[in-house]
C-alpha cells in the first residue's frame, strides 16, 4: 500500500506507459475531426481511491501559449467530476461563464480527463473511447454518457476504434 501522499505509489511504469500510449493514439485520430490545427492537450489521469491526480502529461503537439491552460484545465475537469461523486462526466457541472468544461469521465477505478482539442465533446470522446479500449467502462456505460451529454463525436471516434475494441472483448 502506498504511504499517505504519495500518488504515484499505486502505478507501475509499465500501466503509465500503456495508457499513455493509448491516449496518444485515440488524441490523434480525435483530432482529425476538426480543421482547426489542434494536435494535442494535457491528459489527467484522477486515482478515485487515492484522491488524487496520478498522470498528468501533455499528449501530442500543444502550443506554448496553451499550455498553461490546458494543464489547468485537464486537472480541474478531473477534480471536478470528482468532487461530484453522483456525476459520471464534468459535462454535468460544466459553467462556460467559469471556464468549467466537459471533457472529464468517471470510470471504474479512474477519471480520464483531457483539454486540448477544438470542443469539449471532443475531449469527452476520446477519453470514453480511452476508458473503453482500457476495460475501464464497458460500451452501455460509455453510450449512455455519451447520449445524456449530446455527443456527437463520440460515435464517429468509435468508429474508429471499433475493430480494436472487439479484440479486446
Not at 16 to 35: N, P
Not at 100 to 110: E, F, L, Q, S
Not at 138 to 156: C, G, H, T, W
Request: hydrophobic letters at 35%.
Amino acid at each position: 500500500m502506498p504511504e499517505k501522499g504519495n500518488c504515484m505509489g499505486n502505478c507501475r511504469n509499465e500501466s503509465i506507459w500503456t495508457m499513455i500510449g493509448v491516449v496518444q493514439r485515440v488524441v490523434k485520430e480525435a483530432s482529425g475531426f476538426t480543421s482547426e490545427n489542434r494536435k494535442g492537450g494535457y491528459f489527467c489521469l484522477f486515482d478515485i481511491i487515492l484522491k488524487c491526480p496520478v498522470i498528468i502529461s501533455m499528449i501530442g503537439e500543444v502550443p506554448a501559449e496553451k499550455a498553461g491552460k490546458y494543464h489547468r484545465l485537464s486537472i480541474e475537469k478531473a477534480q471536478r467530476t470528482f468532487d461530484h461523486s453522483e456525476h459520471k462526466s464534468s459535462y454535468e457541472s460544466r459553467n462556460e461563464k467559469e471556464e468549467k468544461y466537459g471533457g472529464a469521465i468517471r470510470a471504474r477505478r479512474y477519471i480520464f480527463s483531457f483539454s486540448g482539442l477544438k470542443k469539449e465533446e471532443e475531449d469527452e470522446a476520446a477519453m470514453l473511447v480511452v476508458a473503453e479500449l482500457l476495460k475501464e467502462i464497458d460500451s452501455d456505460e460509455a453510450e449512455l454518457i455519451a447520449v445524456r451529454n449530446m455527443n456527437q463525436f463520440y460515435p464517429k471516434l468509435l468508429e474508429k476504434f471499433s475493430s480494436l475494441l472487439k479484440l479486446y472483448r
